[in-house]
């Protein structure tokens, strides 16, 4: 396989490698894309420079909305000594909403009007209503929201209807409860993530560690049954299904497909890119992690997570006891604005997390293993320990075949 490097028919190679390789393309809003979605990944990781790279390709290239001022520097200095002042929650929450409305810019700069591009939004955040209104303000082709069942969408986004509605689940039964909920409000997803809680990286959708591992999460059991609930609802063939969490090779694609979703979505795999945007070093601890590495443990929002076990991640779980028997009554968030609705450290919530989440993914955004959370999926990487482009990583999903540097080490 030869690597297309024509900027203007890299899309049309893609697609039509698609076929060659028994893979479907499908669409979304009447835009025909390869089968590859580049999952949201916070804070900072998935902005505007990996989300345009992805989308130049054909593809869904997502932003996470969250506290998107770490990539700005004039942001940074407005905002960085805010500590105790009446106002500081204000102007950092401004400064945000200001960030994503440039790396929207950015990525459809570099996306050349191909693609899609999407913004990941957490349910979960204090600010969701707010990162939601400035992401359609600011053009974004799609909207994705997990962490929590976005009941609230349609209406959030009624002046907006050419704007994909993605929300992400991770089982049949709440695939079917947000159907129902929307199309009371006159609205249908126009895709459905879902994402497998066993596989994927960051906060997961079970309910506590232990249900990881629970059958009725695997694509074998919830892509069929959302599929038999779209037939009896009369809603058949309108709503394309998007598998999350353990894809790493075109024979992934080519099985899940087989089930009936349309498309996959990839996390981890993209963060390891050279277009990623966070430091190399983060992306080096991502690359670098031994099965043994990573571990599932409850965040601080409440949800499981998996992620590396650094020497943060792991002196935070020896003294997580203490911290949780020290828990006490709600306190000012420790980085002057809440990014999430419900926080463990701050409400004082001993059966959760006892950490600022905001703080450890910016430390690990930088890169800096003494400070920071790196979230990671619990599947193999594409390219092992090699950084590589989002092109060649698009081109080994699709085609199948490995860059020819690859078997000489190359990074």
């Known amino acids: 396989m030869e690597y297309c490097v024509d900027e203007d028919k890299v899309v049309s190679a893609l697609l039509e490698l698609c076929e060659a390789s028994g893979l479907k393309t499908w669409e979304l809003r009447g835009k025909t894309l390869v089968p590859v979605v580049q999952g ?45 002042e009446p106002d500081a929650r ?7 909403l200001v960030a994503l409305d440039r790396e929207i810019q950015r990525a459809r700069s570099l996306s050349k009007g191909n693609g899609v591009i999407a913004v990941n939004v957490m349910k979960a955040l204090s600010q969701y209503t707010g990162y939601v209104r400035q992401a359609l303000e600011s053009g974004a082709d799609a909207l994705v929201v997990g962490a929590g069942l976005p009941l609230d969408l349609p209406e959030l986004a009624r002046d907006f209807p050419n704007t994909a509605l993605i929300p992400i689940l991770s ?4 695939v079917q409860l947000l159907v129902r909920k929307w199309e009371k409000r006159g609205r249908l997803p126009d895709a459905v993530v879902i994402e497998h809680p066993r596989l994927a990286g960051g906060h997961l959708g079970a309910s506590g560690v232990g249900d990881l591992s629970d059958p ?28 999350a969490g353990g894809i790493s090779c075109q024979s992934d694609i080519v099985r899940l497909q087989a089930l009936g979703a349309s498309a996959v979505q990839l996390g981890t795999a993209f963060a390891v890119t050279q277009e990623c945007d966070a430091a190399p070093a ?12 990573i571990v599932e443990f409850v965040s601080v929002s409440g949800l499981p997570a998996r992620a ?21 009554l709600k306190k000012k968030c420790n980085m002057s604005f809440d990014c999430l609705a419900h926080c463990g450290l701050r409400d004082g919530d001993a059966s959760i997390g006892q950490f600022c989440i905001d703080q450890q993914l910016g430390h690990a955004m930088d890169g800096n293993v003494h400070k920071g959370l790196f979230f990671r999926g619990a599947g193999a990487l594409p390219f092992g320990e090699q950084i590589r482009s989002v092109a060649e990583l698009m081109q080994w ?12 080490g190359t990074a």
């Open 40 to 84: 949201g990944m916070g804070v900072g990781v998935s902005a505007g420079g990996l989300a345009g790279s992805v989308a130049r390709q054909g593809g869904i290239g997502t932003l996470s909305s969250v506290d998107l001022r770490r990539l700005h520097p004039d942001l940074m200095e407005q905002t960085g000594h805010l500590d105790k």
């Open 90 to 96: 204000r102007i950092i929450e401004s400064a945000n």
């Open 171 to 174: 089982d049949a039964r709440g």
């Open 216 to 243: 009725r999460f695997d694509f074998e059991v919830v892509i069929p049954a959302v599929l038999a609930f779209f037939r009896a609802a009369g809603i058949d063939g309108r709503i394309p299904l998007i598998a």
């Open 282 to 293: 983060f992306k080096h601890v991502l690359a670098h992690a031994k099965p043994q590495d």
């Open 308 to 328: 590396v076990r650094t020497p943060w991640l792991n002196k935070y779980l020896r003294v997580e006891p203490q911290l949780k028997a020290a828990a006490h």
């Open 397 to 408: 999903l699709i085609g199948g075949e490995a860059p020819a540097s690859l078997s000489e």
